[in-house]
């Protein structure tokens, strides 16, 4: 896995994320006091922005907003060095998800997702000139969540394999995952190289409690599996082993929205310049730290 000096396509979602950050659990039936802000995430743009946050490599994204939304999302895209190819649907408003952040010690978060547009991605939105220039493709997980995602991965895939395009995907969502089954997204994402699931969907994936297991047991089925634990670290494995432990990056969390895609973007950034798995890892910990310690799911605008 070396550096070939060419772009990271990533292929997924670009959503408006409203973050409200609460102290202590929330009141049913009243007001809970919070802080809200309104930022721009989404797993794929996520990835897009941390990959050219490590730098390295050109870092373009495909996906699919309304309207209502669409020069914002370009411009804040555009701010974190990405090259953005937002398909604007005029019948569907951009995907919203509302994170809801406990401010207490894990700072852990839980969402209420509306996809909007980036749901309807599909197989017209893709051409193979997207590939034009580009080193390794990267698909969010949750394209596989509906019909028409699911399309276009089919299709991406089927022409990354004709250009010799290695591709990577995070499974990025448990929850999605669980009502599609683990076997049904296993076979979508036949011939992948790299799967960069959460522990909790490494879990999911193989119906074993033990991450180091589920990441041995999924690596035979992937030629890399990195699995990510958060304050935990990483796993690496390949053909049925772990190989490598990564530790986390101590830090004090305010925000975990995103933290995962921070490790995924400086990961793949680091594999296209060259980095060994193991070294690109560490890149990802380190960049998962600095996600965690901001609010909202995306790096700092560039100077």
Request: net charge negative; proline share 6%.
């Amino acid at each position: 896995m070396t550096g070939s000096g060419g772009a990271l396509l990533v292929v997924g979602d670009v959503i408006t994320d409203v973050v409200a950050r609460h102290a202590g659990p929330l009141a049913p039936g009243t007001d809970t006091a919070a802080v809200i802000r309104t930022v721009p995430g989404g797993a794929g743009a996520n990835v897009a922005c941390w990959a050219a946050r490590r730098g390295g490599c050109e870092v373009r994204l495909l996906g699919r907003v309304g309207a209502d939304a669409a020069a914002w999302h370009e411009r804040e895209l555009t701010a974190c060095g990405v090259r953005p190819r937002l398909v604007v649907d005029a019948d569907v408003p951009t995907g919203t998800v509302v994170c809801l952040v406990d401010e207490g010690a894990a700072a852990e978060r839980t969402f209420l997702t509306d996809s909007g547009a980036s749901v309807r991605l599909g197989p017209e939105d893709w051409s193979d000139a997207l590939l034009d220039g580009v080193a390794r493709l990267h698909l969010s997980g949750y394209l596989l969540f509906s019909g028409s995602g699911r399309a276009l991965v089919a299709v991406a895939l089927k022409a990354a394999e004709a250009r010799g395009v290695p591709v990577s995907v995070d499974p990025a969502s448990a929850g999605f995952l669980a009502e599609l089954g683990p076997e049904s997204f296993l076979s979508l994402v036949g011939g992948v190289e790299v799967l960069l699931p959460s522990r909790d969907e490494a879990c999911l994936l193989t119906g074993c409690p033990d991450a180091a297991e589920a990441a041995a047991r999924l690596s035979r089925r992937v030629p890399l599996v990195v699995v990510k634990q958060g304050a935990e670290g990483a796993l690496l494995a390949r053909s049925g082993e772990v190989c490598a432990r990564v530790p986390a990056v101590p830090v004090t969390p305010r925000d975990t929205t995103g933290a995962g895609d921070a490790f995924t973007g400086a990961f793949l950034a680091a594999l296209l310049a060259g980095a060994a798995p193991g070294q690109a890892a560490e890149e990802g910990c380190r960049a998962g730290a600095e996600a965690v310690e901001r609010v909202g799911a995306r790096p700092p605008a560039r100077d």
